[in-house]
T-cell receptor, first 112, second 111 residues
Framework: GQQLNQSPQSMFIQEGEDVSMNCTSS?????WLWYKQDPGEGPVLLIA?????ELTSNGRLTAQFGITRKDSFLNISASIPSDVGIYFCAGLTQGGSEKLVFGKGTKLTVNP | DTAVSQTPKYLVTQMGNDKSIKCEQN?????MYWYKQDSKKFLKIMFS???????INETVPNRFSPKSPDKAHLNLHINSLELGDSAVYFC??????????FGPGTRLTVT
């Protein structure tokens, strides 16, 4: 089945640093999504990308949809303690059975 | 107002029991989903319904039966619970073909 390779698995950074994480796939996706999950909560949508090459920002977050449609990255600038959590990339398959395929997540720890 | 809600938040039960998890969305979406998150935090789709019609059944044991009484509700019934069913179950909804919004999850523990 389709799989997303998300890296890194975990990151330990100091407050104020920038963060970058990415996802790659052997399959093409028409939509890439980035979610954040806090402990005991459901994933919360951060950014949705619909066009190859698209670069989209949401506050300190920036994400890009790769030109080949097989990859995406998420950057967080000037990290703060509340950025702690697990970040998931997800590719949306389309064409009759729309479903999200998730990466395995990047666990972010921010040291104050 | 909660967009996607699930009840209960926690469910502890014994092997062999039957249990249900309820999900409701007030976003007006026509598609709803059930996902399972394992102990390693991997999220995998189980089912999707579009306008009350089953679209995806992702090789889930037939002990799991989703029921959609209307577009705003998708419930999950599980028969003969097994230890391996312990996980967090998430309901989600979306407009067809667009980004999905998740509920807070139901942590199921089977003893």
């Amino acid at each position: 089945g389709q799989q997303l390779n998300q890296s890194p698995q975990s990151m330990f950074i100091q407050e104020g640093e920038d963060v970058s994480m990415n996802c790659t796939s052997s399959s093409i996706f028409n939509t890439w999504l980035w979610y954040k999950q806090d402990p005991g909560e459901g994933p919360v949508l951060l950014i949705a990308l619909y066009k190859a090459g698209e670069l989209t920002s949401n506050g300190r977050l920036t994400a890009q949809f790769g030109i080949t449609r097989k990859d995406s990255f998420l950057n967080i600038s000037a990290s703060i303690p509340s950025d702690v959590g697990i970040y998931f990339c997800a590719g949306l398959t389309q064409g009759g059975s729309e479903k999200l395929v998730f990466g395995k997540g990047t666990k972010l720890t921010v040291n104050p | 107002d909660t967009a996607v809600s699930q009840t209960p938040k926690y469910l502890v039960t014994q092997m062999g029991n039957d249990k249900s998890i309820k999900c409701e969305q007030n976003l007006g979406h026509d598609t709803m989903y059930w996902y399972k998150q394992d102990s390693k935090k991997f999220l995998k789709i189980m089912f999707s319904y579009n306008n009350k019609e089953l679209i995806i059944n992702e090789t889930v044991p037939n002990r799991f039966s989703p029921k959609s009484p209307d577009k705003a509700h998708l419930n999950l019934h599980i028969n003969s619970l097994e230890l391996g069913d312990s996980a967090v179950y998430f309901c989600a909804s979306s407009p067809w073909g667009y980004e999905q919004y998740f509920g807070p999850g139901t942590r199921l523990t089977v003893t």
